[in-house]
Each structure stands twice: as structure tokens, then as C-alpha cells.
């Protein structure tokens, strides 16, 4: 089994970080991740988060940006993450009216060659982090998350797949991630579980969007080997894609504190032997 480096997405531990964010990566790094992947900087500078992670013996691979916050200032993004040392700035949800079959998903396709070129030029690559909702069928009969990877070359956007919502969409993660080979250097391992017919998941995930009826099914997601993935699988896959990394995000826990949930997920990979 290769070694991969492993690391942890930040919006895991949002609450912890929020409040000390320095402690919360002495923790991170204690528990033996090798990196972290920003959801935003808590509130202080870039200079002082990159300060935190290397007194920490961490480094940021990569970050997730909204949108939003790269169309409004991009310079300042690219800055601030070329500061702290990313080598990857992804795009990592849509709100409804950015989202494909409607006509702002056209405003996503129109600016993102902007946003690659910024990102590439201060050395970092830019990566589309998938839900499930990218999994609808286009009139032409493409799903559009494969749409939008022909719309631009590799260089300009590659992928962080997050094979949680690969399976929610009914997508074989292991597939699908071959199916990029060469393409997908970022892998979000996130387990799951999910009976019946659910809705209203992407409260969980704590966004705004429009609530559905409750349609009686159950959704959660699980430290690593809890629920429903079949890792072994999706690991080899990754592997054999050339994929670079690998990623634990969880989005919400239940019963366990975020960072318990966190040590038994790393527990759970190196009992795979990584």
C-alpha cells in the first residue's frame, strides 16, 4: 500500500479552531496528520496562520475558497494562500443559484478561466471540490461535473474528489476516480450512512439552502471505516489515478467530540497501513 500523506480538513474542526485556532493545530499535528486543508483563516492574518502551522510542524496543501470570496477579491486570495504555502485553491460548493441547470452556473464557467490563471501564476493549481448535486443530467445527457472538467484544460482546473457524494449520487467512487486518472491529485475520503430516501442533507453540512420535504430516510456521516464506503477500493483507485493525497473530512459528528472523531479516522487508515 503506497504511504500517503494524510490530512485534515479544517471545517471539520470549525468550532475548535474558531475559538484557538493554535491549539486546535498543536492538536492536529499531536494526533499525527501531516497536513491540513484551510476552510478559511479564522479571522487572523495569513503571515500568523502560516506562523501556527510551521511551529506545528504542519503545512496547508490546499484550501477550500468559496466562490464568492474569489470573485469579490481575488488578488487578496491568491496572496494570502500563496503566503501560507498552498499548493492547491479549491472551489468547494455552490449555492443554489451557481449550481448547474441554472443559469448562474454559466457565471461560474465564465469566470473561472480568471480564476485559474491567478492561481497559476502564483504557482498553485486550481481544483472543483464535488457534492452530489453536480451529478444531474445535462440535455445533452452528461453528468455536468463532467461537463465542466471538458470545459477546461487540466492545467486550468483539476479535481478534488470527494467520494462521499460520489456514492451519494449513486457514482462508483473507485469509477469514478479512474475515470480522472491523471487529474484528481486531492482525494476527501468521508464515510456515511444513509437508508431510505433522504433530504435536506446539505443542512448538515451547515449551508442555506431551500428545505425539502422530510421524506422519512436517515443520513449522517461517520468517522472513517463506520459506515458505508468501501475504502480499500477507493484507495487502490486513487492510486492508480496518480492522486498525490489524501484527505479526512467529516462534516458533522453526532455522539463524538470533532477531534475524537478525528484520531479514530486516522486510527481507521493506519490500520489499512498507511
Request: charged share 20%; aromatic share 12%.
Amino acid at each position: 500500500m503506497k504511504k500517503w500523506p494524510l490530512g485534515i480538513q479544517v471545517y471539520n474542526l470549525r468550532q475548535e479552531a474558531e475559538q484557538d485556532f493554535a491549539g486546535t493545530m498543536q492538536a492536529v499535528a499531536r494526533m499525527g496528520w501531516d497536513f491540513v486543508e484551510l476552510a478559511g483563516l479564522y479571522g487572523l492574518p495569513a503571515a500568523e496562520v502560516s506562523r501556527i502551522l510551521a511551529a506545528n510542524g504542519l503545512k496547508a496543501y490546499s484550501a477550500h475558497v468559496p466562490f464568492a470570496e474569489m470573485k469579490a477579491d481575488l488578488a487578496k486570495v491568491v496572496r494570502d494562500y500563496q503566503t501560507i504555502g498552498c499548493a492547491y485553491i479549491a472551489i468547494p460548493y455552490l449555492p443554489e443559484d451557481l449550481r448547474p441547470l441554472t443559469p448562474g452556473f454559466q457565471t461560474v464557467l465564465d469566470y473561472i478561466p480568471e480564476i485559474a490563471k491567478a492561481v497559476s501564476q502564483a504557482g498553485m493549481q486550481l481544483l472543483y471540490h464535488n457534492h452530489d448535486f453536480e451529478f444531474v443530467r445535462l440535455p445533452d445527457g452528461r453528468y455536468a461535473l463532467d461537463a465542466l472538467y471538458e470545459a477546461f484544460s487540466p492545467q486550468q482546473l483539476q479535481m478534488e474528489g470527494d467520494t462521499c457524494w460520489f456514492n451519494v449520487a449513486g457514482v462508483d467512487p473507485a469509477a469514478y476516480l479512474r475515470q480522472y486518472s491523471g487529474r484528481v491529485p486531492l482525494v476527501h475520503l468521508k464515510d456515511f450512512f444513509k437508508a431510505g430516501q433522504t433530504s435536506n442533507m446539505y443542512e448538515l453540512i451547515g449551508t442555506s439552502v431551500s428545505r425539502q420535504a422530510d421524506q422519512g430516510g436517515q443520513f449522517e456521516f461517520r468517522p472513517l471505516g463506520q459506515g458505508l464506503q468501501d475504502f480499500p477500493a477507493i484507495l487502490a483507485a486513487a492510486e492508480a489515478a496518480g492522486s498525490q493525497a489524501l484527505i479526512y473530512e467529516q462534516d458533522q459528528c453526532y455522539q463524538l467530540p470533532p477531534l475524537e472523531a478525528a484520531r479514530l479516522s486516522l486510527a481507521f487508515l493506519r490500520s489499512l497501513g498507511l
